[in-house]
């Protein structure tokens, strides 16, 4: 299984917006019970798209700049990412065919 990368306000370019790859980011907090809910999905969504897409976390608490910078006001707030450009936002614990879906997409 593949691990998921906790993302900073430091590196986020480097890993999310110059990623070779789409990128599925979960801006969550320790404190959600939704975002903790979703966790397993997302653990096991990093591990059947190793290779062709990434999951990373970004804990809203602590990287205030980025989770602003994509006005994130409610979590969990999942943002897909393809070459650096926001291609799909999906707010609230969404099902696990809902994510594979968008990732899917941003594969194509």
């Given at each position: ?15 999310v917006l110059d990623s ?5 980011v979960d801006f969550w ?80």
């Amino acid at each position: 299984m593949a691990d998921i990368t906790e993302v900073t306000d430091a590196n986020f370019q480097q890993e999310v917006l110059d990623s070779s790859v789409p990128v599925l980011v979960d801006f969550w907090a320790p404190w959600c019970a939704p975002c903790r809910a979703i966790a397993p999905v997302l653990e096991e969504l990093a591990g059947e798209y190793d290779g062709r897409a990434r999951v990373v976390k970004v804990n809203v608490d602590d990287n205030q700049q980025v989770a602003a910078s994509y006005g994130v006001r409610s979590i969990p707030n999942l943002i897909v990412f393809k070459q650096g450009q926001v291609a799909e936002q999906i707010v609230g614990a969404a099902a696990k065919p809902k994510l594979a879906e968008a990732l899917d997409q941003a594969i194509s």
